[in-house]
């Protein structure tokens, strides 16, 4: 199973970055918590409009099943239920961390985006 | 009487651009054009107090996709520089709300399974206040992008006339859509420090355009002597002087244009005209070559 955590950095003990579409990096691993991918998404997050959007095509076009972030707003949380990508949210601490709540099963699946759009 | 276009811009908001752009409009009588492109809070129309006969929507065209011929090829979404086309998963979605309408996706979409259909932006309203030909926009309440309004205002622009532009304030796109093609920018300012401060960056937006341009200063007898100084070093002319003056305020605030309730300034604002119309002459290069 592929998963995407936005984060700070590239590696597994980097902090979670809480902004989908502006994170710094999107961090691709899989359950095991071996990173396949470390997307720089530093052309996204100085994107003038769509940032999310955008981000939600990085995460598909890999055909990643699970996104853990911070904040997801309505466009990009409306691109990933397009593509089918289950969508956590409010998730802080380490990549790491957040895939052991992940494989605990203790996190639940967002139903709806939890931020504004932003104009 | 030569047609020309001369926007009236500023940095900070409520120095007095209406108050400006609608009294020159005024004392030029039948010769002028009035258009409000402050299209999210026009307000011309509460001083010129014009007769609207007539009024018309405007939409942006968005694209709408027919998911049956769409072959999924993603050219849409790469031309897109606001995201509001994109093709995710096994599906294009739009988002209208963001679409600038520049109609890109249509045109390249291979399979031609894009058509346009319409965004309602606002509405253009047109009349007459006396002598004055009057055109403003109002936004739609909801609607966030206000530069595709001010460009169908400009449609507007009667090119036998001296249209005269109220821009919004700031120096973000809608002011550079308003101001772009005219002949010459106004700027309104205060002798403040946030008059200052303001008219600094939106000089700096506008100085790129080339379009020549000159300060009225308003409330000129409050504040510093710090506009003065930058305008002198910019080398660029001080048009006018209003003073902070009772009576103006007075009129102002029972919507009263400024030249009614202070006669007296009929003549500075003709004065103004004259002033703005040589400086553009001397601005042309084709005629500076002829004087050689």
Redesign the interface.
């Known amino acids: 199973m592929k998963i995407a955590v936005t984060s700070m950095g590239t590696e597994i003990h980097s902090q979670v970055d809480p902004r989908f579409g502006r994170a710094r990096y999107i961090v691709i691993l899989d359950e095991n918590g071996t990173v396949l991918e470390a997307v720089d998404n530093s052309r996204n997050s100085n994107a003038l409009k769509g940032a999310g959007i955008q981000a939600a095509k990085v995460v598909a076009d890999r055909k990643v099943e699970v996104l853990v972030t911070g904040h997801c707003g309505p466009n990009a949380f409306r691109a990933l239920q397009a593509a089918g990508v289950k969508v956590v949210v409010e998730q802080s601490g380490t990549v790491k961390d957040v895939l052991d709540r992940l494989n605990r099963n203790g996190v639940a699946f967002a139903d709806q985006p939890n931020a504004e759009a932003h104009w | 009487m030569t047609p020309m276009i001369i926007s009236v811009a500023s940095g900070k908001g409520g120095t007095g651009k209406t108050t400006v752009a609608t009294s020159l409009a005024w004392v030029l009588g039948s010769t002028a054009q009035l258009l409000d492109c402050d299209v999210e809070e026009p307000n011309c129309h509460v001083l010129m107090k014009p007769v609207l006969q007539e009024s018309q929507p405007v939409a942006v065209p968005v694209p709408v996709v027919d998911a049956n011929k769409c072959s999924l090829c993603g050219k849409c979404?790469e031309i897109c520089?606001?995201?509001?086309i994109?093709?995710?998963?096994n599906?294009v979605?739009t988002?209208p709300e963001?679409c600038h309408g520049c109609g890109g996706c249509t045109l390249l979409c291979p399979e031609n399974a894009i058509t346009e259909g319409g965004r309602e932006l606002g509405v253009i309203e047109t009349g007459f206040a006396g002598p004055v030909e009057f055109v403003h926009g109002r936004l739609r309440v909801g609607e966030?992008m206000s530069p595709p309004l001010i460009r169908a205002v400009k449609h507007r622009i009667n090119r036998h006339k001296i249209a005269i532009l109220d821009a919004p304030p700031g120096a973000s796109c809608p002011v550079i859509q308003t101001i772009t093609g005219s002949d010459f920018i106004v700027m309104v300012t205060e002798p403040t420090p946030f008059g200052l401060h303001d008219l600094k960056i939106a000089v700096g937006a506008i100085e790129d355009l080339g379009i020549p341009l000159g300060v009225i200063l308003n409330r000129s007898d409050i504040g510093d002597g710090e506009v003065h100084g930058f305008c002198s070093q910019k080398g660029i002319p001080l048009l006018a002087e209003i003073p902070h003056e009772r009576r103006i305020a007075e009129g102002y605030a029972r919507g009263n244009l400024l030249v009614d309730s202070t006669p007296q300034y009929v003549d500075t604002f003709l004065e103004l005209f004259v002033t703005i119309r040589d400086l553009i002459n001397g601005n042309r290069p084709h005629l500076e070559e002829t004087k050689s």
């Open positions: 979404g520089r606001f995201s509001s994109v093709v995710i998963g599906q979605l988002f963001m966030a």
